[in-house]
């Protein structure tokens, strides 16, 4: 691999190979993860590339790699290079094209459209046009005269684009489709190629254009979905202008469309953004007269944007691990109103298997700020349950956290590192589970006396003589299975 000042010098692949059909719209290929981790056998591949400046060894370790790679680790390795992320890998970006070639040769390799769109994406990004023009021209040979593949493609590659927040790659793709033959007359056409230029102009913070179009998308006798909607709305809503927001979640009701658990959470994701603390305690309680179930995903909407909390989940050894009524009491106002209205059992109970054999809490799924709140509301709620009676304590306790397969840093659990801090500065017995280091475990009776313990201020709060018990907190959150 040459580094010469324009980039990165590559040796031209081989024909492009046809292995399967296209993936048709309605199949809808799965995004590849561009944010995950890269394994260690795709790590050691990119450093080796990136440290010769030869072509053909280049090209001879691009080879090596895929052969000897399964399929996850070769896409997840193409997938690292296409990401819109900046990565200590990502000079090595334009690599993408011969290794797309390579991985095309694949026996278990499946051609869809979502792949190729994400390396022409990426290499348009770095200014790699005539590669990715290569790569465009035999798509469209391969798909001939397949319109609706034609304009699966196209949006696919204005997602990708979307990604890179390339507006003129978008609309050049938008374009594209428009000069489709049979584009004015096909409903499926427009209504897909709408769809997803409304919604790519979204993503890239341009919200005004994105209503137009689907103003003109209605004037033109199509309906507008629910997707069109949240994708302008939560646009508007990420800018700050909430007017706006508001305006068009009142054109979505007004269409017949419910405000649902998505939307709100795009609602509460917005007003955080902009520390619209007392505005999220105004629209959870929304929430809850329209009886919107909160999820894990309402948690992380929220309290990723709650700045006390966030001070501590990511300074987890200046922590002072404390009950969920004490942390109300260190809150700032606005801070405890958003917690006090968020704060449901039905969320914890979703996340808590109990058998007569083992009590279980799942924290996947959750990120730094919700897993510290469900630990917190979880102790409440067991010295609730078990702070006066020793029966029908589980034979054991397990609390799930994941080894990080899907951390930015492979093997690295931010919410395992929060846990295992948090478990140090409790004197807690739950341990690293030496058979999965994804748990912690504890016998249930030891850990039920510890937790007995704390609540009499004998490890955290000195001079409390009474369990500690939260009004925000519901003892009926999860029954024996």
């Given amino acids: 691999m040459a580094m010469t000042g324009g980039g990165v ?3 031209h692949p081989p024909c492009f190979h046809h292995r399967s059909k296209t993936t048709s719209w309605t199949e809808q290929p799965t995004r590849l993860p561009i944010c995950a981790a890269l394994s260690k056998q795709g790590h050691r591949f990119l450093t080796s590339v990136a440290t010769t400046d030869d072509p053909a060894t280049t090209a001879r370790l691009i080879r090596k790699f895929v052969a000897s790679s399964s399929k996850s680790v070769a896409l997840d390795a193409i997938s690292h290079l296409v990401t819109p992320v900046n990565t200590s890998f990502s000079r090595l970006s334009p690599l993408a094209f011969p290794l797309y070639y390579e991985i095309n040769k694949a026996s278990w390799f499946n051609w869809n459209a979502k792949l190729i769109a994400d390396v022409i994406a990426s290499l348009h990004n770095h200014q790699r046009f005539n590669e990715a023009q290569t790569l465009i021209s035999e798509v469209e040979t391969k798909l001939g005269s397949k319109e609706r593949d034609i304009c699966n493609f196209y949006c696919n590659l204005m997602d990708s684009h979307s990604k890179h927040q390339s507006k003129q790659g978008i609309l050049d793709s938008y374009e594209r489709i428009k000069q489709l033959p049979s584009h004015s007359s096909s409903i499926y056409l427009k209504k897909r190629s709408y769809e997803s230029i409304i919604g790519c102009l979204s993503v890239i913070n341009l919200p005004n254009q994105a209503e137009s179009l689907m103003v003109e998308m209605k004037n033109k006798g199509l309906k507008a979905s629910i997707f069109e909607y949240r994708s302008i709305s939560y646009a508007y809503g990420r800018l700050g202008l909430f007017e706006d927001m508001k305006r068009v979640i009142a054109l979505m ?5 419910e405000l649902d658990l998505i939307m709100s959470n795009m609602v509460l994701s917005s007003l955080g953004l902009h520390n619209e603390l007392l505005e999220m305690a105004s629209w959870l309680k929304r929430m809850k007269r ?3 179930l909160f999820s ?8 990723n944007h709650c700045p006390t909390i966030m001070s501590i989940v990511e300074h987890p050894k200046e922590m002072k691990p404390i009950s969920l009524e004490e942390l109300l009491k260190n809150l700032k106002d606005d801070e405890s109103s958003v917690i006090q209205e968020l704060v449901d059992p039905l969320v914890l109970g979703e996340s808590m298997e109990l058998t007569s054999l083992e009590l279980k809490l799942d924290l996947h799924g959750m990120h730094l700020g919700s897993a510290y709140l469900i ?4 102790f409440d709620d067991l010295r609730i349950r078990y702070g006066t009676k020793n029966d029908g304590i589980p034979n054991k306790v397990t609390v799930v956290c ?9 093997g690295e659990s931010p919410v395992k590192e929060l846990v295992k801090e948090m478990m140090r500065q409790m004197k807690s017995p739950l341990k690293i589970d030496r058979k999965n280091v994804g ?24 001079g409390h003589t009474e369990p500690i018990t939260s009004p925000v907190c519901n003892i009926n959150c999860f029954s024996i299975t």
Wanted: glycine content about 8%.
């Fill in 375 to 378: 630990l917190l509301q979880w």
């Fill in 253 to 257: 009701e007004n269409e017949g469309f």
């Fill in 9 to 11: 010098e590559l040796v």
């Fill in 439 to 462: 748990c912690f475990v504890a016998h249930g009776k030891v850990f039920m006396n510890w937790l007995c313990h704390i609540s009499k201020g004998k490890t955290m709060q000195e």
């Fill in 402 to 410: 994941g080894v990080g397969k899907h951390s930015v840093v492979r």
């Fill in 290 to 292: 329209s009886k919107t």
């Fill in 296 to 303: 894990v995903r309402t948690y992380n909407s929220v309290l």
